[in-house]
T-cell receptor, first 115, second 112 residues
């Protein structure tokens, strides 16, 4: 299967710990997006990359959050000093920029629980 | 600012009955509109999309949606619901940029 993959699928951590999630996009896709989905809500945009450049960040992305895409392929999202409010599903999506709009394909998500 | 409103949080229909999920949007120009479906343990799947042209768009799994500019609406319909359609449905908007704006979702339950 060549869809978007995310690892881990579930993460339970204690408040104050750091966590890192990984996203592997569809291989030829040059854009990669991170979204966060809390219970009962739709996903909210966090940030996106075109190749290795991070081109936009939401105000939701506090200083404790950092995302990288060092070689323009996979991406990592790190949360430092986790708080209970960080508990959510973190979704990754990828797309290929070749037209005015490009469909975003989503991965299964990483569910984070902060105790 | 762009926004999407899905007024129905939960909807229950009987299998075989017709379905309509409501969506209203706010955007200063003609948006790109989508419906995604999310099933437990699965990723978001695109059902259909509207960019321009014909205001009635067909999607996968027998779904269709109609864009009505005068009402700022993009309602999703299906003539006959199957039990496997039970899931959460999101109406989504983008202005052609890179950020998708999701509604809060409508949880569909199908009674057998």
């Amino acid at each position: 299967d060549t869809g978007v993959s995310q690892d881990p699928r579930h993460k339970i951590t204690k408040r104050g710990q750091n966590v890192t999630f990984r996203c592997d996009p569809i291989s030829e896709h040059n854009r990669l997006y991170w979204y966060r989905q809390t219970l009962g809500q739709g996903p909210e945009f966090l940030t996106y990359f075109q190749n290795e450049a991070q081109l936009e960040k939401s105000r939701l992305l506090s200083d404790r959050f950092s995302a990288e895409r060092p070689k323009g392929s996979f991406s990592t999202l790190e949360i430092q000093r986790t708080e209970q409010g960080d508990s959510a599903m973190y979704l990754c999506a990828s797309s290929l920029k070749d037209r005015s709009y490009n469909e975003q394909f989503f991965g299964p998500g990483t569910r984070l629980t902060v105790l | 600012a762009q926004s999407v409103t899905q007024p129905d949080i939960h909807i229950t229909v009987s299998e075989g009955a017709s379905l309509e999920l409501r969506c209203n949007y706010s955007y200063g120009a003609t948006p790109y509109l989508f419906w995604y479906v999310q099933s437990p343990g699965q990723g978001l799947q695109l059902l259909l999309k509207y960019f321009s042209g014909d205001t009635l768009v067909q999607g996968i799994k027998g779904f269709e949606a109609e864009f009505k500019r005068s009402q700022s609406s993009f309602n999703l319909r299906k003539p006959s619901v199957h039990w496997s359609d039970a899931a959460e449905y999101f109406c989504v908007l983008t202005g052609g940029g890179n950020k998708l704006t999701f509604g809060t979702g409508t949880q569909l339950k199908v009674e057998l």
